[in-house]
């Protein structure tokens, strides 16, 4: 090769590799990486705090709450009578006075989980409720029987069926289907049948509806509203008739 095309290419080499000017190039991108790690580390420690300064407010019901829900249990175009009280108040956070009114009261402070937030559901008061079965595909009444999904309603099979009135105003309701997950709200009134397809459900009777217009108005919660009580956490108090113990004022 001749000596003058290797001295080109060797002075060339110089120019791109080994510049002084090429030594002396400022690394931008390592500088812009720092500054990017420095700001998000800046905006963690920001979000943190205000996390702590304002933590989330609990979803209701919570153990201030006393929620009330009418309801009716209809088998076969029959009403059955009320639920008597439930025999476990002590610990039942979800439960009934026997006036067909259902009490949404997560009462224990050391152990509310069960029955507050999205754990207020209609399954719940069921489980709660010793002999009392509800799924999509049966229905079983305390001391009687067990319905199922194709059972008679005389000459009809019958399957069963949840309608919920979400407030007092509403006049025309909505079935849910599964009744295990239904989210309860104060105000509501509810009917679990077990009846043919098509058949009409109605909503809980009258005197449900008085009841749980009473229960309501002695808690400060008017009807067809979600609004919580504001009753500050206080010594426990009994329902009359030696109901389970709740936080706050004793109840008329």
Not at 109 to 118: D, L, Y
Request: aromatic share 6%.
């Amino acid at each position: 090769m001749a000596r003058g095309s290797v001295g080109r290419k060797v002075a060339r080499a110089a120019r791109t590799g080994g510049s002084r000017t090429r030594r002396r190039r400022t690394p931008v991108g390592f500088y812009a990486t720092l500054v990017l790690i420095v700001l998000l580390g800046v905006a963690s420690v920001g979000f943190s705090r205000y996390q702590v300064q304002h933590p989330p407010k609990p979803t209701p019901p919570t153990v201030h709450d006393h929620w009330h829900e009418a309801y009716a249990i209809d088998i076969c175009g029959k009403i059955q009578p009320n639920l008597p009280q439930n025999p476990n108040l002590q610990v039942a956070g979800i439960h009934t006075h026997g006036k067909g009114v259902i009490h949404v009261e997560p009462f224990s402070v050391a152990n509310p989980g069960p029955f507050e937030g999205h754990n207020a559901t209609l399954g719940r008061f069921v489980r709660s409720y010793p002999g009392l079965t509800l799924t999509s595909s049966e229905l079983g009444y305390p001391k009687k029987r067990t319905w199922h999904n194709g059972d008679r309603c005389g000459t009809k099979p019958g399957r069963v069926q949840v309608k919920v009135w979400n407030s007092l105003a509403d006049t025309t309701g909505h079935t849910v289907a599964n009744p295990d997950k239904l989210l309860l709200e104060n105000g509501q009134l509810i009917t679990v049948a077990f009846v043919p397809a098509g058949a009409p459900i109605p909503r809980p009777p009258h005197a449900a509806v008085k009841a749980l217009l009473a229960a309501m108005g002695s808690t400060g919660n008017g009807p067809g509203t979600s609004t919580p009580s504001t009753t500050p956490a206080g010594p426990p108090t009994t329902h009359p008739g030696g109901g389970p113990p709740t936080q706050g004022t004793t109840k008329p």
